[in-house]
Structure formats: structure tokens, C-alpha cells
């Protein structure tokens, strides 16, 4: 048990070397001491109590999710039963009060009706999402249900928060917390970003982008407040958006025959070669390609409006057919603003639009102190167990010393490599698993003292006690190994910090206080070959 060829030392010194020397560009920046640029620098990234940051909150519109699944219910409705064969006519569609009822023309048609409906009311699931009625034997009124209002509202905030992800990963953000906060919320906190207003416009923006042709009887802005009388049947009127110009002012476009910006698959912020101004260049999928290079075929010298979010950004015109699904969006814009609609796109529209209804700033001065505090604590504590430890088991305590500052090198080093986040609780779990390592190393001295007692030489003492120790010390650490999984699993934000450092913590301090320690040991043993132990 005691023999180390030589392939499992240099195996055993590699390992440790290399995750401490991962550990220096953190210890340098601690320390406020330049790391060389020609190195690698993996460092430890701090959480928002330590390094302060953006803390926002977002708030969902419940009554949009309900006139979005209203809306989306009357389409689908009117395609069913257009879609029939024969076709079914209806009329008196209305969708006054939160439900949606129509008369269909026919008496003969209302079964066939009911046939064709009750497949888009019933859901996927268990969940009765409309309640259907037929009232003076032609008026159908479908009213939604509770259940699945509360499943449509439930998966809308689902679908926002992995935007909301997506889009907050792409600003190169480390290890930010997105989590929801009850129904109809969703908490952000990002770590180290000062200056939220670049968050606070990415999160803002629904991302909802629609191109339509201008209605080629109105092909110039008209004024908002006389946008009313533009209205005619097959148009609405779309104001334009801030910064483009044409504030106050509004476009009619046709409601049909645009493309939606789900069709998109690349979005990249870029410069005009020839206005050398900022825009974004799109890429649509196949079908969406083709649908715009039919648009833009059948249209050529007619213009057509770029809408995000209900506004009209630019209304450029078709010069030329444009085919291979590439397309450019202008308007104004900055180059911050360019980037940031990019990365919107890419991420998707939000299914519901998001209203930030708390906002704070997290200064690192707390977190500062939080970090000299606990580093004072973590250097007092220290130093007290090393002259416990060699004040009590002599060599033996030397080397626990040793495993000691060995472990804390190999935590650092491995949150540094893996990218992990220190966070205020996950001080705490670092302590702790130094604690994990002194009592390892207690446990196995004291098991060795022991075996001295029992009259087993030293060899054989060291032996069992290393043997025996290791038992109850990986069992130990076993359990609590399962309850930082746990942690990490069903955690979130510091708590999951927590969870890391001591999972890492867990591996380390059993590596260097048992694995470390009986290899020093051996090669003392082996090399001295004592006839009694001081411990």
C-alpha cells in the first residue's frame, strides 16, 4: 500500500503542479500584480456579491399572453374552417370580452364546425385550454380556461427565460443567475457589469421583427395623429420607431404577404461598404428565402418596411431581386445598437414583452470587504491549525501543512481552469473543505498513533493507519459529495457557488490529505526507515 513507482509520482506531482500553477493568475489578480499578457491567465470569476454588478428584474404582461392567445385562436379557427371541405362560412367574429364567437352561415354546418374546432381547443396534454358553447344553435363562444391560461402564461415565461439566456450569454457575461421569481417574473443578475443600460436595452427589446410592403397608394410617412384616416381595408398603420428620423410620423403597410423574423437562422451586426454606417445582416432559412425572394421578384422598385416590435425601423425599397435569403437591415443605427439587435435576433423574439420594474446596481465595495475579511479569517484560521497540527503530530503535521496549501492551490486552480464563479457562500464552502482536509489528516494520525499503541511496528502502523482512516474519510466525504450535488442541481445563483467550491474542495482535500501525504510519507519511511514515530 505504501509503494510509489516512480511513473505514479511524477503522475501525482504533474497533477498538482499544474492546477496550482492555474491557480497563480488569480492569486496575482488578488494581489493587484500584472500577469504576463504572453501567458495564459485562467482566473476565478466572482460572483455578484464580490465583485458587485446588474440586478434586474422583469415583469410579464399576463393580459398579452391572453390577447396574443386569443389572436392566435381566431387564425387558427378561420384557416380550419376555411380549410374544410366543403368550405365552412362564418361571420360576426368577435373577440369582446377575453372570448372569441362567430355564427356560422349554415345550421347544416354547425357539426362539421364543431368537428373541425375541437382539435385546436383541447391542447396537448390533460389541460381543457377553451371551454366551446353553441348558443341560438349557430353562435359558437370559445372562453378560455383558467388551466390553461395559467399553462399559457407558464410556458411563455419558460420560453422567455431561455431568451433571456441566450441573449445575455451572447454579451459574454460569466456565470450571470436568470431565474424565475413566481409567475409572471424573471430575475437577472450579472456579475462585474457596471453600466446596466446595455443589458437594460437587450432585455427591453422583444425582438419581434416583420418585413411588409408599404401600401402603394400611401408610399410616404404620414403623420401619427392623422394616421386613422389611412386605414383601409388590407393595411394598418405602423408607427415609425425613435432615432430613425421619422418620429411622429407613421407607415401604411399591407398586413399580408410579409415574413415573419422566426424565418431568420444568422443575424450579425456589420457596416454599409457604402454608407460605412452600422447595420445588421440577416439570413433567413430556405423557406423564408424564398418567401423574400418572391417578395422582392414580384416587387421591385416598390418599398417594403422593416417593423421590430410594432415600429418601423427603415422602409427601403426593392431595387433588385434579392435571392439567397440574405438581406440587410438599416436604420440609424449606433454600433452598440446594431450589436445588440443582432443579438436579439440571433436569440429569438420574446413571447412576451418584458418590463423591468426593478433595477439596482450592486457596487464591489461589499464584496471587497466581504474578500479581505474572509481572507483574514481564512489566514488566521490557517495559521492556528499549521501550528496545531505540527505542534501535535510533529513530521506527520508538517505534511498535513503542506497538503494543506497544496489543496488551497488546487481549488483555486480548478475553479480557474473550469470558469466557475466564487461567490460569499462559496467563502464559505472553501473554508470548509480546508476543514475537510485537516480532519482527514487527524483522523489518519490518529489511526496510526493507534495502531503505535497496539505494538504494530511503524511501517505496519503507517500502513493500517492509512488504510483504515481512508475508509471513514472517503465515506465522509462520500455523503457529502451527494449533498453538493443535490445543492448544485436544485440550487441556484450563490447557492450553486457554494455547491462547486465544495464538490471541488471535496476532491482536492481527499487527493492531497490522503493521496499526497501517504506518498510523502512512504518516501520518508523508506529513505529513513525510523524505528519509532513522533506522533
Known amino acids: 500500500m505504501l509503494e510509489f513507482p516512480t511513473w505514479k509520482k511524477v503522475w501525482l506531482w504533474g497533477v498538482t503542479l499544474l492546477a496550482c500553477l492555474a491557480a497563480l493568475p488569480s492569486i496575482f489578480n488578488a494581489a493587484n500584480i500584472r500577469w504576463p499578457d504572453q501567458l495564459p491567465d485562467p482566473t476565478v470569476n466572482l460572483g455578484l456579491d464580490l465583485a458587485g454588478g446588474s440586478h434586474i428584474l422583469l415583469e410579464a404582461d399576463p393580459a398579452q399572453v391572453r390577447a396574443q392567445r386569443l ?41 362539421r364546425a364543431r368537428e373541425e374546432i375541437l382539435p385546436l381547443i383541447n391542447g396537448t396534454g390533460l389541460t381543457r385550454e377553451w371551454d366551446l358553447q353553441v348558443m341560438d344553435e349557430t353562435r359558437f363562444v370559445l372562453s378560455p380556461t383558467q388551466a390553461g391560461l395559467d399553462l399559457a402564461i407558464d410556458n ?17 457575461t460569466r456565470e450571470p443567475t436568470i431565474i424565475r421569481q413566481g409567475s409572471d417574473r424573471i430575475v437577472v443578475q450579472v456579475p462585474g457589469l457596471s453600466d446596466p443600460e446595455q443589458l437594460k436595452q437587450l432585455l427591453g427589446q422583444t ?46 403597410v399591407r398586413r399580408l404577404g410579409g415574413i415573419q423574423g422566426d424565418s431568420l437562422v444568422d443575424a450579425r451586426a456589420g457596416v454599409d461598404p ?27 422598385d416598390r418599398r417594403f418596411a422593416i417593423i421590430l416590435d410594432g415600429e418601423v425601423i427603415s422602409a427601403p425599397s426593392f431595387n433588385e431581386p434579392i435571392y439567397g435569403g440574405q438581406a440587410q437591415i438599416s436604420g440609424n443605427f449606433t454600433t452598440e445598437s446594431a450589436y ?14 418584458l418590463a423591468i420594474v426593478e433595477e439596482r446596481t450592486v457596487g464591489p465595495d461589499l464584496g471587497a470587504d466581504s474578500i479581505e475579511k474572509g481572507m483574514i479569517a481564512i489566514l488566521i484560521g490557517t495559521l492556528l491549525v499549521i501550528a496545531l497540527m505540527i505542534a501535535t503530530y510533529g513530521r506527520f503535521g508538517v505534511y498535513a501543512t503542506a497538503a494543506l496549501v497544496l489543496n488551497v492551490g488546487m481549488i483555486l486552480g480548478i475553479m480557474a481552469v473550469a470558469n466557475t464563479t466564487l461567490t460569499l457562500p462559496g467563502i464559505a464552502g472553501f473554508v470548509l473543505t480546508i476543514g475537510a482536509a485537516v480532519d482527514a489528516n487527524v483522523l489518519i494520525n490518529e489511526r496510526i498513533a493507534e495502531e503505535r499503541k497496539r505494538g504494530r511496528r511503524v511501517v505496519a502502523a503507517v500502513e493500517n493507519g492509512y488504510k483504515e482512516a481512508s475508509r471513514a474519510i472517503y465515506d465522509a466525504n462520500a455523503t457529502n459529495f451527494i449533498a453538493g450535488v443535490l445543492l448544485f442541481l436544485f440550487g441556484s445563483g450563490p447557492i450553486r457557488g457554494f455547491a462547486v467550491v465544495l464538490i471541488i474542495g471535496l476532491f482536492t482535500s481527499v487527493f492531497t490529505a490522503v493521496v499526497l501525504t501517504r506518498m510523502w510519507v512512504a518516501d520518508w519511511l523508506r529513505k529513513s526507515r525510523p524505528t519509532e514515530l513522533n506522533i
Open 274 to 300: 457604402q454608407t460605412n454606417e452600422p447595420v445588421v445582416n440577416i439570413q433567413f432559412d430556405a423557406q423564408g428565402g424564398a418567401r423574400f425572394a418572391r417578395l422582392s421578384s414580384e416587387n421591385v
Open 71 to 111: 389572436e392566435n385562436l381566431e387564425g387558427a379557427v378561420e384557416s380550419a374552417l376555411r380549410s374544410a371541405d366543403p368550405r365552412i362560412e362564418i361571420g360576426d367574429v368577435s373577440t369582446r370580452g377575453g372570448q372569441l364567437s362567430f355564427l356560422v352561415e349554415s345550421a347544416a354546418d354547425v357539426d
Open 207 to 252: 425582438a419581434r421583427l416583420e418585413f411588409k410592403l408599404v401600401d402603394p397608394q400611401l408610399q410616404q410617412a404620414i403623420p401619427s395623429e392623422s394616421a386613422s384616416t389611412a386605414i383601409r381595408a388590407g393595411t394598418q398603420v405602423v408607427p415609425y420607431a425613435e432615432g430613425t428620423g421619422q418620429e411622429g410620423f407613421s407607415m401604411a
Open 156 to 172: 411563455a415565461m419558460e420560453a422567455a427565460t431561455d431568451v433571456v439566456r441566450k441573449r445575455i450569454d451572447a454579451l459574454g
Open 340 to 353: 445588440a439587435l443582432a443579438i436579439s435576433l440571433q436569440s429569438g423574439a420574446l413571447p412576451v414583452d
